[in-house]
């Protein structure tokens, strides 16, 4: 018989030890938790000790027993003993079979047990109300600093770790300075900030519902007068919901989208600014909501707007009647996608690349003289207009080319205002016109320059639209050091404008002389 020492505890063995192990995994499977006195117990287990492990000692041997581990154990049940013969003279106490409590072992492990036991998440309360996984989405969603980044000119980039979230904020602003000298008068010089802008965008609830913020700060865009702001910070606030490929919806108060170069970003042109057939003939923001694809049947050449709009401009709140602005704009990527909303070929495309676009839309009853723009009429009438475009761009190894044309065409409706002796002043007259420019630019190979030019003009229809003719020529040098968020450009045109006042009757209009200026701006602009 194996010598067995009084004094030796039963929880420092190393097979009971193990034993308690295999017993705790068995009751959390499935054993039966308590011992029941009545049940049927174990056969005793033959009093041979099991064989020793070499690596324990002679003294420490323990001859196995058999036991049902209680999984609430209060008090151990009595273990019934035998002498067993140890050598001369010597005895030895060994347990026979016997239910066996090895606490010390049952509590951690038991502990264990509890924390690797599968627990179920996000599952809603079997009484609950909440539609499967609504606690979830509202409730707090960590963020992914993995994913969190700075890109270059496009603002920080946060993320939750689900991807449920995405904010970026974004700073960009313009300084210019100009130099104006026309032909018969002062030249004269400005030093301004001509664009300070604060814009968010992101998604939210998932990324498919996306939204865009865009607040503007600078004196000419809050339009300073005398000091003080006509007109409210706010450029942008729209969300679009891109479900559907083929027919996404964005509702908000946002850019119009009817010719290219009004939605081409301030921040991402060719040159200092844009042409002058876009100043007069653009339709700018509005309040509204359009449905349309970037990628129509997903054939990689269609796109599509159809929009309906307050026809009031932005910032407005006022109740008006129906005269709303309806629009649609298709285009054609006849030799696939790219980015056709970008000035400047700046990624030197491999494949030439080519976009073409119609657009037209009506504003009835409008507020000013050109649609949504302009000035209001003395008359103090509304006008039904109408306005077309076509226009272009085409992209090759950082050759760029791009054009539009441009019409506006309308009817004035009188109006009721009278003069200081009572009279009813007479119906302003139209701006009825067309526009037409042309740019061509191209980046420089294995440098940072580009070099651009534009002609453009705009002209009368008809004999009584009061619309300024104008015309401008002249060109570009513009150097990228981080694409368009950080560059500096400098340009310089020739412009030439004719004027036209309407006659008492307001019915004709008479020409001025045609006045020439030169115009040279130096323009830095930085996004972060």
């Known amino acids: 018989m194996i010598p067995f020492d009084r004094d030796m505890s039963l929880s420092s063995s190393p097979l009971v030890r193990a034993f308690g192990v295999v ?3 068995s009751t959390s499977s499935g054993a039966q938790g308590t011992l029941d006195p009545g049940a049927a ?14 690596s324990v000692s002679p003294t420490d041997a323990v001859p196995t027993a058999t036991a049902e581990a209680p999984t609430s154990a209060v008090q151990a049940a009595p273990v019934e003993t035998a002498p067993v013969t140890a050598g001369p003279g010597e005895t030895a106490i060994a ?40 606690e979830a989405l509202r409730g707090d969603h960590e963020l992914d600093a993995g994913q969190s980044r700075f890109r270059s000119g496009q603002g920080l980039n946060f993320q939750s770790m689900d991807g449920t979230f995405a904010l970026i904020p974004r700073l960009r602003a313009q300084f210019r300075y100009e130099y104006l000298n026309p032909d018969d008068g002062d030249a004269s010089q400005a030093i301004l900030i001509r664009r300070a802008r604060l814009q968010f965008k992101g998604h939210m609830y998932g990324k498919d519902n996306r939204f865009k913020v865009e607040l503007a700060f600078s004196p000419h865009d809050v339009g300073n007068k005398d000091g003080s702001p006509t007109t409210s910070p706010l450029l942008d606030w729209y969300m679009d919901f891109t479900h559907y490929r083929d027919l996404s919806l964005r509702v908000g108060q946002y850019k119009v989208p009817h010719n290219r170069q009004r939605n081409v970003s ?3 042109l060719q040159q200092v600014d844009r042409s002058i057939v876009n100043g007069e003939f653009n ?12 990628d129509l049947f997903g054939l990689g050449m269609l796109k599509y707007r159809l929009g309906v709009f307050a026809g009031q401009g932005r910032n407005t709140n006022t109740t008006e009647d129906f005269g709303l602005m309806s629009l649609g704009r298709f285009e054609l990527l006849p030799f696939g ?6 000035e400047a070929d700046l990624a030197r495309t491999e494949e030439a690349r080519l976009s073409v676009a119609i657009a037209y839309a009506h504003v009835g009853n409008a507020p000013k003289d050109r649609g949504i723009k302009g000035s209001t009429p003395a008359d103090g009438g509304t006008s039904d207009t ?18 539009e044309f441009m019409a506006r065409v309308g009817e004035r409706n009188a109006g009721d205002a009278r003069d200081d002796v009572g009279d009813l002043v007479p119906v302003a007259a139209l701006r009825d016109g067309w526009g037409v420019m042309g740019q061509i630019g191209y980046v ?5 320059f580009e070099i651009s030019a534009r002609v453009g003009t705009n002209r009368r229809i008809g004999t009584e639209s009061v619309m300024t003719e104008r015309t401008e020529a002249g060109g570009a040098l513009s150097y990228y050091f981080a694409g368009h968020p950080f560059k500096l450009q400098a340009d310089y045109f020739r412009l030439g404008e004719k004027p036209y006042s309407s006659v008492a009757n307001g019915l004709e209009a008479v020409a001025g002389p045609l006045e020439n200026e030169h115009r040279a701006r130096l323009q830095l602009q930085a996004s972060f």
Do not use: C
């Open 23 to 25: 017993l705790l995994f």
């Open 41 to 54: 117990q174990p056969p005793p287990v033959s009093e041979t000790p099991a064989p020793v492990a070499p």
């Open 95 to 134: 347990p026979v079979a016997s239910p066996v409590l090895v606490t010390p072992i049952n509590q951690p492990m038991m502990a264990l047990a509890k924390a690797a036991a599968p627990v179920e998440m996000d599952q809603p309360r079997e009484e609950s109300l909440w539609a499967p996984g609504e």
């Open 266 to 268: 301030s921040g991402g």
């Open 283 to 294: 339709v700018d923001r509005d309040l509204g909501f359009d449905v349309g694809s970037k």
């Open 337 to 342: 996608m790219f980015k056709d909303y970008s």
């Open 386 to 403: 109408h306005h077309f475009v076509a226009d272009s761009i085409f992209k090759y190894a950082g050759f760029s080319v791009q054009s």
């Open 444 to 448: 420089l190979p294995r440098t940072r």
